[in-house]
């Protein structure tokens, strides 16, 4: 597998460290929510049942988010391994554009 040399690798670790840092304050502000909403009961049903909602919404989620963390994450691995921007699959180059819109991205499409 080559290295990327086509690549300004500091934007893109710039970049996806810039959006590590909005997702990790994104899921401890969720967990947050998550934990004052399981601290508060309701007193009938209807509240009952709408904090439940809320709760599933927030669960579904802060999942999301820690998801799309380990991708960045892994994104920054890739980069310190000199294997960012090649596609897992084909081992071919990620174009840049697909680089530029989802720095994260593992594959070509």
């Not at 810039?18 to 899921?27: A, D, G, Y």
């Not at 998550?34 to 599933?56: H, Y």
């Not at 579904?60 to 988010?65: C, D, K, R, T, V």
């Not at 174009?95 to 989802?102: C, D, G, H, I, Y």
Request: with cysteine; net charge negative.
């Amino acid at each position: 597998m080559q290295k990327r040399n086509d690549l300004d690798l500091e934007k893109f670790k710039a970049l996806l460290q810039e959006k590590q840092e909005k997702l990790e304050e994104n899921i401890a502000r969720l967990r947050r929510e998550l934990a004052v909403k399981t601290e508060r009961g309701g007193n009938d049903l209807e509240d009952v049942a709408e904090t439940t909602r809320i709760k599933e919404e927030d669960s579904a989620l802060l999942e999301q988010q820690q998801h799309e963390l380990g991708e960045v994450q892994h994104a920054l691995e890739k980069i310190g391994y000199g294997t960012y921007g090649i596609c897992e699959k084909t081992l071919e180059p990620i174009p840049v554009e697909r680089l530029k819109a989802n720095p994260a991205a593992r594959y070509k499409v």
